[in-house]
């Protein structure tokens, strides 16, 4: 498995639901069990980099976009979300280093 997913979660580290309801977003193809509260089979922000033929979101150029907002956790605070967005982004700051 990636260490961090296409939106620059890093899986590990980053997600409650790492080992516990998910094994992990590139390991399921973006099949991750949150996507039903959205009314989608895969992560919409998994399906957008697949859909632009990406590797991550680190190579759109648009992050942290409108998916991102719409997927954002309705449990999170402004502050929390804005810590969750400045990691993500600086995870995906290294995915572009790496390729």
């Given at each position: ?76 605070s402004?502050e ?5 967005i ?14």
């Amino acid at each position: 498995m990636s260490d961090i997913c296409v939106c620059g979660v890093h899986c590990a580290t980053h997600c409650k639901a790492y080992q516990t309801e998910c094994e992990g977003c590139i390991e399921l193809g973006g099949k991750i069990s949150w996507a039903v509260f959205y009314g989608k089979e895969y992560c919409p922000i998994y399906e957008c980099v697949m859909r632009k033929g990406l590797a991550s979101c680190a190579e759109c150029g648009l992050a942290p976009c409108e998916i991102w907002k719409l997927t954002r956790n309705p449990d999170a605070s402004d502050e929390e979300f804005a810590e969750d967005i400045a990691r993500r982004m600086s995870n995906l700051a290294l995915l572009a280093k790496r390729s």
